[in-house]
């Protein structure tokens, strides 16, 4: 006797009976009044050919976990767009696939019987390839907050999502540069959504 999962995950029932499931809860983390930076306008990186990012810093924002049982929290941030410059030919990633590496940004240790300290936190720079004369971005994330409890054959699930998005732009002309951004704030939801992704992108080079 198993349970299958929606994600094709198995697990074998030894025996029956009644049991009890604690499933990790997850929310926005609130110490200062948001639990975001600010949505914030482009700046220009002169080193090397011109690029655009995020004013003040990468996206950055912190959720919060409160679990019965010890393990560990991560990410796994999912992208899909497309970029380019006067440099670089347009690239497009189709339909979501992971950002970089899974996890994202590594694992966070969560504590039992209560909310995580310090919050789990996530951050993320996009910035534009460069460009003599024009680059461009325009990108959709969907990070996965995951949760695996300590434990040989633990498996993560999924448990709050982020939604988010910016678009970059530069455009020289006449000797001077007008960028472009928006970056929205990001969005959150409690959520027992499993990711899926064809393949994993690595940046700078978009390499799947």
């Known amino acids: 006797m198993g349970l299958t999962f929606s994600n094709g995950q198995y697990v074998a029932i030894a025996a029956k009976g009644l049991f009890s499931m604690f499933r990790p809860q997850a ?16 700046v220009l990186d002169t080193n090397g050919y011109e690029s655009v990012q995020l004013e003040n810093g990468p996206m950055l924002y912190k959720l919060g976990i409160y679990s019965v049982f010890q393990g560990q929290a991560d990410f ?44 789990i936190t996530f951050q993320d720079g996009p910035t534009t390839e460069g460009g003599s004369s024009s680059a461009y971005l325009d990108f959709t994330f969907k990070d996965y907050l995951r949760f695996t409890p300590d434990g040989a054959g633990s498996i993560p699930i999924t448990i709050g999502l982020v939604n ?5 732009s530069e455009v020289k002309s006449g ?27 690595t940046f700078p080079y978009l390499n799947p």
């Open 27 to 42: 929310e926005t983390y609130v110490p200062d009044n948001t639990w975001y930076l600010s949505p914030r306008g482009g």
């Open 175 to 201: 000797g001077i540069w007008t960028i472009g951004c928006v970056c929205p704030a990001p969005i959150f939801s409690e959520s027992s959504e499993f990711p899926s992704w064809a393949l994993t992108y």
């Open 76 to 119: 796994v941030q999912l992208i899909t767009g497309d970029l380019g410059s006067d440099i670089w030919p347009p690239f497009t990633i189709t339909g979501y696939q992971a950002d970089t590496s899974v996890p994202y940004n590594g694992t966070t240790a969560v504590k039992p019987d209560g909310w995580s300290a310090e919050g």
């Open 164 to 168: 988010w998005s910016v678009q970059l």
